[in-house]
């Protein structure tokens, strides 16, 4: 019995003489990998370490992979190129309307409001529509039905003339954006097919190589999802542009449709706007012998 205490004494000994020598070795050899582990630059960020992610992605894949990239950056700068420029032109548009709209009801005549936009020139969608329409009269009125298009009473022919120039105004303001509603519509899948063919190649190389570990699963799967977030960053400014400027086109060609109707009256029935004495304005009929 007293042999075998001392040898579980003897065993319990040399365990804990052992013990130190270990962990000294364990942290001899964490200071050796930490020595060895590069260092990474001072000032790096999570945006420089995805900066490198999408450039090593688009610099490692293959001529597909680059055209989709392309294709992208084409489809980014049409579609900011179109939303400065068609904002910038529907404001000056906006600021010459107003300016004629006031010109207009506060001109005593029509002949009056035609000798200003003989004079200042037809330079924005009212004008347009009021130079066309006071034309028409004129012309219908002087030289009646000289062809097939202008047959019929005055007024048809001004009707005509009007829904024409609405036409054209509307054709004006969509110009650009069919363009802006497709890239809005295909960049996601653009990007999205990019992704695709990434994730392919990822998983080809990773099978062709030796081991698997998720180093090797996760870096080349999370650089070909950049792809999608391009797509996803083209598409969602142009989607917001085209909304706003439907918005925009629709306001404003309400309010063209309305100035069509007071003006198509003031020139059928022969309406016209005078002064009064008391500087207030009334309308009287004031049908001309050409009417």
């Given amino acids: 019995m007293f042999d075998l205490l001392n040898s579980a004494m003897h065993v319990l000994a040399q365990l804990g003489e052992a013990a130190p020598a270990v962990q000294s070795g364990a942290a001899e050899a964490a200071g ?7 260092a990474a630059p001072v000032g790096t960020t999570a945006a420089d370490v995805a900066q490198g992610g999408m ?16 294709i992208l950056v084409l489809m980014s700068l049409i579609s ?60 219908h ?18 009707t005509r003339t009007i829904r024409k120039v609405i036409d054209e105004e ?15 519509s295909t960049a996601p899948f653009v990007g999205l097919f990019g992704t695709v063919w990434g994730v392919y190649h990822a998983l080809v190389g990773i099978g062709l190589s030796d081991g698997v570990t998720v ?23 142009a989607v917001l542009a085209y909304n706003g400027f439907v918005r925009g086109n629709r306001v404003y060609l309400a309010r063209l449709d309305a100035f069509a109707h007071d003006l198509f009256t003031f020139l059928s029935t022969g ?16 049908a001309s012998k050409g009417e």
């Fill in 32 to 38: 050796l990998a930490v020595s060895a582990a590069p």
């Fill in 55 to 70: 450039l090593h992605f688009i610099a490692g894949s293959d001529i597909v992979g680059k055209t989709l990239f392309g």
């Fill in 80 to 139: 900011w190129y179109l939303i400065f420029v068609k904002s910038f032109t529907n404001m000056r548009v906006q600021i010459r309307s107003n300016k004629f709209l006031r010109e207009f009801w506060a001109a005593s005549s029509l002949e009056q409001v035609e000798n200003e936009i003989a004079t200042h020139g037809a330079n924005e969608p009212f004008a347009h529509l009021a130079s066309h329409a006071i034309h028409a009269r004129n012309h």
């Fill in 141 to 158: 009125a002087k030289y009646g039905a000289l062809k097939l298009e202008e047959k019929g009473s005055t007024s048809a022919f001004i």
């Fill in 170 to 184: 509307t054709a004006r303001l969509e110009n650009g954006l069919t363009v802006l509603a497709s890239i809005g």
């Fill in 215 to 237: 180093n090797r699963i996760a870096g080349p799967v999370g650089e070909a999802l950049i792809m999608t977030g391009l797509g996803l960053a083209v598409a969602i400014p």
């Fill in 271 to 286: 309406q016209q706007v005078h002064e009064t004495s008391g500087k207030t304005r009334r309308v009287t009929l004031a």
